[in-house]
C-alpha cells in the first residue's frame, strides 16, 4: 500500500501533518512533507484526531472540460487551451464534513476529480520540468451549484461557495498509470462516474507548466483536473464518494447549513 499522507487536528487543537499507519494511528512530521518534514516521536492513536484536508492550499486552480466527454455531455467541445477558474481556500473541507446546500441554489452537482498537490514554488516552469514540482495526488469534489454557473457570466459564485471543495482523505506520491476514477452516489452499486485519468486532454504536468505561465504556484496548491462525463445533482441527505485507484475514497454527506454564523 502507498504510503498516505495526512493533516490532522489532535484533541488539544494542535495541527500536524502525518503519516497514516494501518492501524489508524499517525504518526507526526515536524513540517509538511513537501518541506522536508520529517517524522517525530509523537505518535497519535486512531482515536485521538480529526482528520483534516490533507493540505491547506493557498489557492484551488481548476480545469474545466478537461475529458472530451464531458465536454460533449455539456453541448461544447474540448476547449483548445485548458480553461482556467479559481475554487477560494475556504472552500476546502475534509473527507466526511458536510457539504453545504446554499440556500441560493436549486441544483448542486458532484464533480469527482483528480486533485494535484504542488510541491514546489512554480513560476515559468519549462513542460519537461512539470512533473517534478508534483508532490503528490489525491481526490477532490468540485461541488457546483449548476443554477448558478448557468445564470452567471463566469463561476466564481458556484464553484465558491464554503464547502464546495472536498478534498483527501490523503496524499499519495504516485499516481497509477490509467487509474480508474469513479463517483459513486448513496450506496448505490453502479458508480455515477467512471473514466480513467488518462482520458483527460491536458495532463495533470501539462497543466502544471501552463498554470506556471499565469501564476505562481506555491507548496501545498491544489489542480483539479476536470470532471469526466456523469456529473449529476444532490439533494440533502446524499452521500458522495470519489474513489481513484491507488488512492481511496473520499465521502461526504450534503446537508443544510445550521443556523448563519
Ligand atoms: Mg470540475
Request: hydrophobic content about 40%; aromatic content about 8%.
Amino acid at each position: 500500500m502507498a504510503q498516505r499522507y495526512v493533516r490532522v487536528q489532535s484533541q488539544t487543537g494542535q495541527l500536524h501533518y502525518g503519516l497514516l499507519r494501518p492501524d489508524r494511528s499517525v504518526q507526526v512530521l515536524d513540517a509538511p512533507p513537501w518541506l522536508q518534514g520529517q517524522p517525530t516521536d509523537m505518535e497519535l492513536s486512531a482515536d485521538s484526531y480529526a482528520m483534516l484536508a490533507p493540505c491547506a492550499p493557498s489557492k484551488v486552480v481548476a480545469i474545466g472540460k478537461n475529458y472530451a466527454a464531458r465536454a460533449i455531455e455539456m453541448g461544447t467541445t474540448t476547449p483548445a487551451e485548458p480553461l482556467l477558474f479559481i475554487k477560494p481556500s475556504t472552500a476546502v473541507i475534509a473527507a466526511g464534513a458536510p457539504i453545504y446546500y446554499p440556500t441560493q441554489a436549486t441544483q448542486i452537482d458532484y464533480e469527482g476529480e483528480l486533485a494535484v498537490v504542488i510541491g514546489t514554488r512554480c513560476a515559468h516552469v519549462p513542460p519537461d520540468e512539470a512533473h517534478a514540482k508534483i508532490w503528490g495526488y489525491t481526490i477532490a469534489n468540485d461541488i457546483t451549484a449548476r443554477d448558478l454557473q448557468q445564470r452567471d457570466d463566469q463561476w466564481t459564485r458556484a464553484k465558491g461557495f464554503d464547502t464546495f471543495c472536498p478534498l483527501g482523505p490523503w496524499i499519495v506520491r504516485e499516481l497509477s498509470p490509467g487509474a480508474r476514477l469513479q463517483t459513486f452516489l448513496n450506496q448505490r452499486a453502479e458508480p455515477v462516474q467512471s473514466a480513467s485519468v488518462e482520458d483527460m486532454t491536458y495532463s495533470p504536468d501539462y497543466l502544471v507548466a501552463y498554470i506556471s505561465e499565469i501564476m505562481t504556484l506555491l507548496p501545498g496548491d491544489v489542480i483539479l483536473t476536470g470532471t469526466p462525463a456523469g456529473s449529476g445533482p444532490m439533494k440533502v441527505g446524499d452521500q458522495v464518494r470519489v474513489e481513484i485507484e491507488g488512492i481511496g475514497g473520499l465521502s461526504n454527506t450534503v446537508a443544510l447549513r445550521p443556523q448563519e454564523r
